[in-house]
């Protein structure tokens, strides 16, 4: 993930602030409901043309993401409903903003426009895919972290689309998402299916390495 060294250095930064807002009556769902708000907020931003606020606004919204979580271990409040509310509001944040650009497209004039919103389809379908084939596996006990294009980078990469300003741009950039969210949905997919495999072969040579029925297994 290409993102990966400017996450760490936004969660050094969002731990320490997340000591100081941990002495407010603030608590991390607090945090996950606000940066939802401002996923929604830049969403009408960018409908109604509003491309760099929007990008400016979602890039705020985007901090939240990672200061609910330093927020839960600060404070010591890290529980399954939190981390399942932070999930299930991503999903929300995320498919506001592909109906805010999508609509940005339905108002300019053009023929194009129309496949950009059908890139901005594809591009929630995938961010979608991303997330549940994630969680699918994970809740199955398969390990599935692999893949280019997971949140933050979804993010980061709108963001800069939406701060260039430009209509055929902006298309351009989630049409890109869409290709390659779906690319790290099959990526993910993939994965589980070699470890899912691997078990598959394991569970076989155990059986057949296993003694046959009525047989007494040597000492």
């Not at 990526?187 to 009525?214: D, H």
């Amino acid at each position: 993930m290409f993102t990966a060294r400017f996450q760490a250095w936004v969660r050094r930064y969002a731990q320490r602030l997340a000591l100081v807002i941990g002495r407010l009556p603030v608590t991390p769902n607090h945090v996950t409901i606000a940066g939802t708000a401002l996923a929604v907020a830049a969403a009408i931003l960018a409908g109604v043309g509003a491309l760099l606020a929007a990008g400016i606004v979602l890039a705020i919204g985007g901090t939240f993401d990672i200061l609910d979580g330093a927020l839960a271990r600060a404070t010591k409040r890290s529980y399954p409903y939190g981390a399942f509310l932070d999930s299930t509001f991503d999903r929300y944040s995320e498919g506001a903003v592909y109906v805010g650009i999508g609509a940005y497209f339905l108002g300019q004039p053009g023929p194009v426009m129309r496949w950009w919103v059908l890139a901005c389809l594809l591009a929630l379908g995938g961010s979608f895919l991303v997330s549940y084939v994630r969680a699918r596996a994970q809740s199955l006990g398969f390990k599935c972290d692999s893949g280019l294009f997971a949140r933050p980078e979804r993010v980061v990469v709108t963001v800069i689309g939406l701060v260039i300003g430009n209509a055929s741009l902006l298309g351009i950039v989630i049409a890109l998402l869409a290709i390659l969210t779906n690319l790290t949905a099959v990526q993910r997919i993939l994965e589980v299916w070699a470890q899912a495999r691997a078990q598959r072969r394991s569970r076989g040579e155990t059986t057949a390495k296993a003694p046959a029925g009525g047989e007494a297994s040597r000492p």
